[in-house]
């Protein structure tokens, strides 16, 4: 079935580098997407958002960008910080009747110092 | 500002005990409700949601149930578990009627069945 998925399980980088994370999405329907941080031991802690009637969007040194023609997603982290070492994941509200998000599986994000 | 709360933290329970997980949101009215379960490394699968008080959707067969009793208060259960049952726990939150909005999730709870 149509899911969220992600290119890679583990990233890492070095303190101060800037981190690309993707995501790939198969339901062209999605209209809303968004990024969420969770730390070990944690629940998911939003970070950003985006609708689909938008390509880019800024927020506090992450930036989310989102190509529908190819269905991507991804998120920008600038000048990566060891406190942003977590598992990120992707989710897409592709069902709005359900008022539910589907989420992608994570991607480990290892911040070198 | 909204908050929400989940316990117990952690929790081991044998097989065939019953279950009872709590949830509570602070600071906001008529939430959409949420129980998801992460298994270990892996995603969040939802398992519940709820637009109001008694109203439940069931995303997949299972051995565990939920009810609304309040406008704040979603609670899991289980009659019975089973060792297929062990996970980390989430509930959360999302402002109803409005489209696309963002999930805010609770700390969770580890539930371990031996």
């Known amino acids: 079935g149509e899911s969220v998925g992600l290119h890679l399980p583990t990233l890492s980088v070095q303190e101060g580098d800037n981190s690309i994370i993707n995501c790939a999405y198969s339901?062209?329907?999605?209209?809303?997407f968004i990024w969420y941080k969770q730390e070990s031991g944690k629940g998911p802690q939003f970070i950003i958002d985006?609708?689909?009637?938008?390509d880019k969007r800024q927020g506090q040194r992450v930036t989310v960008l989102l190509n529908k023609t190819v269905k991507h997603l991804s998120l920008q982290i600038a000048a990566t910080q060891p406190g942003d070492s977590a598992v990120y994941f992707c989710?897409?509200?592709?069902?709005?009747?359900?008022?539910?998000?589907?989420f992608g599986s994570g991607t480990r994000l290892q911040v070198q110092p | 500002s909204q908050t929400i709360h989940q316990w117990p933290a952690t929790l081991v329970q044998p097989v065939g005990s019953p279950l009872s997980l709590e949830c509570t949101v602070e600071?906001?009215?008529?939430?959409?409700l949420y129980w998801y379960r992460q298994a270990a490394g892996r995603g969040l699968q939802l398992l519940f949601y709820?637009?109001?008080?008694?109203?439940i959707s069931s995303e997949v067969p299972q051995n565990l149930s939920a009810s609304r009793p309040q406008d704040r208060q979603f609670i899991l259960s289980s009659k019975k578990l089973l060792l297929s049952d062990s996970g980390f726990y989430l509930c959360?939150?999302?402002?109803?009627?409005?489209?696309?909005?963002?999930?805010?999730f609770g700390n969770g709870t580890r539930l371990t069945v031996t």
């Open positions: 959360a939150w999302s402002v109803r009627g409005l489209n696309n909005s963002p999930l805010h």
């Open positions: 339901n062209s329907a999605s209209d809303y």
């Open positions: 985006i609708r689909s009637n938008m």
């Open positions: 989710a897409e509200n592709r069902d709005t009747g359900r008022r539910a998000l589907t």
């Open positions: 600071g906001t009215s008529n939430p959409n």
């Open positions: 709820s637009v109001g008080i008694g109203q």
